[in-house]
């Protein structure tokens, strides 16, 4: 026999609800970006913005970058949710202030590198932007990168034919070797953020010099990812790690359109 559980029924409802409201808030539009700042310590300057989805809910509020991915995960729409970043991001580039070297970052699924369906998709999504492609950096997560190698480097090569860059997000995270990343075409690495939420630890500044050597070693450039403080941006300097970006989930948006956090 089986004993119903009201609490788990009532949670299982609510996911069904969740991800059936998801659904329908890619048709209606309901989802924004939050274009999050990437400035080099050194100039002030601005190299990119890294535009993160959310979601403004009728009853539950703000779901932050986290919590939106994560649901799109669970109903199995990373590859939906990923579509509609890149939509709405080529109808907002030209209003971005962007400098004629800065770059605008996203994190995508995978899933894109898994499938080739999913690849040839993306590559059509992509050639449909109306901004030029040289101005994007496209993010996979390290973990997953570990896992799959071998469909990742499949997929970068072809992702670099459009002319886009590619990074790894979350390093330090999945442990994938120094080996692997000279063989894939990316140029740039961005930090796991709890590194830097451990920066005044001993140890974690040993492991983010080690990293930054590597970086430097492969010709990469090293981005640190949830600075949130003067105190970690220094010891950040004095590592040696001179770009950074602030994290997206404390910055929720109050404007009804998308937004630039400062």
Not at 34 to 52: G, I, M, T
Not at 165 to 179: E, N, R, V
Request: aromatic share 6%.
């Amino acid at each position: 026999y089986v004993v119903f559980d009201e609490k788990s029924h009532q949670q299982m409802m609510h996911d069904l609800t969740l991800e059936n409201e998801l659904r329908q808030a890619f048709e209606s539009r309901q989802l924004q970006l939050q274009y999050v700042p990437v400035q080099d310590l050194n100039s002030n300057k601005l190299v990119a913005l890294d535009a993160k989805p959310y979601w403004r809910h009728p009853q539950h509020g703000v779901l932050n970058y986290r919590q939106l991915t994560q649901l799109a995960e669970q109903a199995n729409l990373q590859l939906e949710l990923d579509r509609y970043v890149i939509e709405l991001l080529n109808d907002e580039f030209a209003t971005l202030p962007l400098e004629q070297d800065a770059l605008v970052h996203i994190c995508l699924s995978s899933q894109h590198l898994t499938y080739k369906h999913a690849l040839r998709n993306l590559q059509n999504c992509l050639g449909s932007c109306r901004f030029a492609l040289d101005r994007l950096c496209i993010f996979f997560n390290e973990i997953s990168l570990a896992r799959d190698q071998d469909n990742h480097a499949i997929g970068f090569e072809t992702l670099k034919e459009l002319g886009v860059s590619l990074g790894i997000a979350d390093y330090g995270s999945g442990y994938s070797s120094i080996l692997t990343l000279s063989f894939l075409p990316i140029s740039c690495l961005k930090l796991e953020a709890e590194l830097a939420n451990g920066i005044q630890g001993a140890r974690h500044r040993r492991l983010l010099a080690a990293i930054r050597r590597s970086a430097e070693s492969l010709q990469l450039q090293l981005i640190a990812d949830g600075v949130n403080s003067a105190e970690q941006q220094q010891t950040l300097q004095q590592l040696g790690i001179y770009k950074v970006q602030c994290a997206a989930e404390t910055l929720l948006p109050h404007a009804q359109s998308s937004s630039i956090c400062a």
